[in-house]
């Protein structure tokens, strides 16, 4: 963030002399406007309607493609931020552009369009030169060798390649997309690089999704010693990315959003071009994890999510009928392999209803807004779905844990971060808490929700300070102060259970006992000289 604030602005005017310039650059024939009357909804395929918004913004984007300095930006604030000419993300939509131009369907009407051809090759040209000589391409700062920006990057440029294979078009480009691929890919999958593969590793949803796109890009360029590395990088990744207590590491903590949204659609993609089957286990132990996160609504409209525990974004609730553009719809293809993952995604009845609905609407579709324009929506969309059936899907949703039994309590530990994620069910209710060291300073720990059976979701904490449920220490100079919160803080914790008359301390995650009701949890805020203590016993 202090890189974007510094960047963004005044600042950004120099960088672009240390951009590469195109000689006698001409100007680029504009795009034409969509005909009028189009979109028409009914002619959409139902898996195909998210391509339906990018197809009305796809002349004004392609025309804010800069045809003088510098040449081939793909200006207009589109999409990511900071929008400036050394941002390779901001590039992204060429994958957009070769997929509309390469695919014939009877409502695309740019299919083979010149001009959009030329722009695309003039986004191609700037995309290209902000490469670095190692392979990277940077995304918050000039020269930058990002991670993000490179892991992406390679997918969206190897479908595109794809897409100039399928059309035949722009040979020399090809050539030189070939070539930029392979160079991406080395510096990706090299094991001594510390921005991919950093220690501790961090980052988990731009890593496979670098991996994913490096799988994609060794199926178009074979390399026998190049997939080798791959493999040993998804072993990596199944060794080091995914927490002991089930969630993948974004950075360092869990995050809802970044998990379900990215990262799993993300290795979905991986799966699907590897088959490899530690993706399966990895996908197996984050389902079991989730449903400890997702609260029920009894009504059955969709969850609540325990997001208060996030690393890094606030993710509030899913409904159980999600219509495109659906961010999660790739990571359903885990859903045979792991039939309890199935609770978390629309049905493939309710689906079909949405998509039905939408054809039938009779309003214009709606331009999609700057910004929230990710191209990740359309570049899944080839791949197709495996959504659960209704029936498998409220079989799958009475297996969670909490809906299924009555009385336990569990302790999920991650001993290297120091964190423990602590649930508990009774018959009358469902209590989720968080202790230990805080991964970021978002995350709010203590005791974070509760959840009653026929009521649902009784308290809810959030990331701010007061949408908490946690303890105020007043201030002893003022009798009413707000004192200091102690779920902003690093709370130690003990957690007791009595079985048979003894108790014992739960010391190991996966500590379960279900024949007796009484928890005493003794939590206090370290670094404190007086700790305060809190018990709760029920």
């Known amino acids: 963030m202090k890189r974007r604030s510094v960047l963004i602005g005044a600042a950004a005017a120099p960088l672009f002399a240390s ?52 040449y081939g930006f793909m200006g207009g604030g589109w999409w990511r931020t900071p929008a400036q000419p050394f941002n390779a993300r901001v590039q992204e939509h060429v994958f957009t552009l070769s997929w509309f131009y390469a695919n014939r369907r009877t409502w695309n009407p740019y299919h083979r369009d010149p001009a959009l051809l ?27 060798r990002g991670k993000a920006s490179s892991g992406f990057g390679l997918g969206y440029l190897a479908k595109t390649l794809a897409n100039l294979r399928q059309a035949n078009a722009l040979p020399s480009r090809r050539t030189q997309l070939e070539g930029a691929l392979r160079k991406g890919v080395d510096w990706y999958l090299d094991p001594a690089n510390s921005v991919v593969w950093d220690d501790p590793f961090k980052y988990t949803n731009q890593a496979v999704a670098g991996v994913a796109g490096s799988a994609l890009t060794l199926r178009l360029l074979p390399d026998l010693a190049r997939w080798q590395r791959l493999k040993e990088r998804i072993r990596f990744v199944a060794k080091w ?58 009504d059955g409209s969709g969850w609540l999510t325990y997001y208060a525990v996030s690393d890094r974004t606030a993710t509030a609730y899913y409904d159980d009928a999600i219509p495109d553009p659906d961010r999660t719809i790739l990571g359903s293809h885990f859903v045979p392999a792991v039939p309890d993952l199935g609770a978390f995604f629309t049905s493939r009845e309710d689906k079909a209803a949405l998509r039905k609905a939408w054809a039938e609407d009779p309003a214009p579709v709606p ?49 290297i971060e120091n964190q423990d994620y602590l649930y508990v069910r009774r018959p009358g209710y469902y209590v989720g808490a968080f202790f230990g060291t805080r991964p970021g300073s978002s995350v709010r720990a203590g005791t974070g929700f509760l959840w009653h059976p026929a009521a649902g979701t009784l308290i809810h904490a959030q990331q701010t300070s007061t949408g908490c449920w946690g303890t105020v220490r007043l201030h002893v100079s003022t009798l009413f102060g707000t004192g200091s919160h102690d779920l902003a803080e690093a709370l130690g914790a003990l957690v007791h259970q009595r079985v048979g008359g003894k108790r014992r301390v739960l010391v190991q995650a996966g500590d379960r006992v279900v024949d007796d009701n009484e928890v005493t949890l003794r939590h206090h805020a370290v670094g404190f000289q007086a700790a305060q203590e809190v018990q709760q016993r029920q």
């Open 367 to 415: 331009a999609l807004a700057r910004q929230d324009t990710s191209p990740r929506i359309i570049a899944h969309a080839p791949y197709g779905e495996a959504l659960p059936t209704r029936a498998s899907k409220q079989t799958a949703i009475a297996r969670i844990p909490y809906l299924h039994k009555d009385d336990f309590t569990e302790l999920r530990r991650d001993e």
């Open 118 to 144: 030329g722009r695309l090759d003039a986004a191609l040209e700037h995309y290209l030169n902000l490469q670095n000589p190692d392979g990277s391409w940077p995304e918050y700062e000039p020269a930058e």
């Open 19 to 70: 951009l590469p310039l195109r000689a006698n650059a001409a100007s680029l024939p504009p795009l034409a406007s969509l005909p009028a009357g189009l979109p028409d909804r009914g002619l959409f395929a139902p898996g195909e309607q998210r391509f339906a918004g990018y197809l009305v913004i796809l002349a004004p984007m392609a025309n804010d493609i800069v045809d003088t300095t510098p």
């Open 241 to 298: 990315s995914q927490s002991p207590a089930g969630f993948f590491y974004d950075p360092r903590g869990m995050d809802i959003n970044y998990n379900f949204e990215v990262m799993l659609p993300e290795m979905a993609e991986l799966y699907l071009l590897t088959r490899n089957p530690l993706l399966v286990s990895m996908t197996r132990r984050f389902s079991e994890w989730f449903g400890y996160n997702l609260l029920r609504e009894p």
